[in-house]
């Protein structure tokens, strides 16, 4: 069978020139407000968690909590590491950072790999953001649902990364002069990881109540949303 690329062009889709540069218009309001929605969120969810700790209500409650945690800290990696979230560069550099945090990505990576992943969409071993082969089966489906492999091939790349020992395809999409970015970038995702632990093996209950199994219990809702854009569709 021959494969045919496609584009907007070949498709027929065409948008007028003012059309296209009033969507690329760009403001700080709109991400604020959904920055300020998405907190009031998390304290509403995450106050019932809290009131519901030592009753079986806390099952729901982490589960609804850790999936407004989860999903939209997707969402912002996502956007900030286009720059397209907030007007004002340091708002967006900031909410990369803290979003990418919880997505579980070093921010500095997850800008380069997200542009490698929209210029080599789905190749093998040009994808930068593609940890699984394709095409997937129902048992590889719900391995990565369960978010165990991405845990892990970040995981490797986060300390590779802070060694400086950079993969061949992270050097083939990052610009050389980013790579010490990437490596102090892991280096800090690492001490606050590491601060996590030792604060949860301190004693501390909190950090392991409202970040650690919250994020574990959102993660697959969150590879839903990825995996119905990136591995449920035909070629």
């Given at each position: 069978?021959?494969i ?6 070949s498709?027929?889709v065409?948008l ?11 403001s ?5 407000i959904w ?6 969120m998390?304290s509403?969810?995450g106050?019932l ?9 806390v099952?729901?409650?982490?589960i609804?909590?850790g999936?407004v945690?989860?999903?939209p800290?997707y969402s912002?990696s ?14 967006n550099e900031?909410v990369?950072y803290?979003s ?6 070093e921010?500095?990576?997850?800008r380069y ?5 929209h ?11 593609m ?10 489906w ?6 165990v492999?991405?845990y ?16 061949p395809?992270?050097?083939?999409y990052?610009p ?22 030792a604060?949860i ?8 109540v ?26």
């Open positions: 069978m021959r045919v690329a496609t584009n907007a062009a498709s027929g065409s007028d020139r003012k059309v296209v540069k009033l969507l690329g218009k760009r700080d309001a709109p991400g604020l920055l300020a929605q998405w907190f009031v998390l509403a969810t106050t968690l809290h009131l519901s700790l030592d009753t079986w209500w099952v729901p409650t982490t609804i909590y999936i945690l989860t999903v800290s912002l996502h956007e900030t590491a286009h720059g397209t979230a907030f007007r004002t560069r340091w708002i900031l990369l803290l990418s945090l919880i997505y579980l990505e921010p500095n990576h997850r790999a997200h542009t490698s992943h210029t080599h969409t789905l190749h093998v071993g040009k994808d930068g953001q940890p699984f082969d394709l095409p997937m089966n129902f048992w590889d719900l391995l990565e649902l369960s978010n492999t991405y892990w091939y970040y995981a490797k790349l986060l300390v590779m990364n802070a060694l400086g020992r950079f993969t395809m992270i050097r083939q990052t050389e002069g980013e790579l010490p970015k990437l490596k102090w970038g892991a280096r800090a995702c690492l001490l606050v990881y590491a601060g996590i632990a604060s093996l301190a004693g501390y209950a909190w950090p392991l409202f970040f650690v199994i919250p994020r574990l219990v959102g993660g697959p809702v969150m590879v839903l949303f990825t995996m119905l854009q990136h591995a449920e569709l035909r070629e």
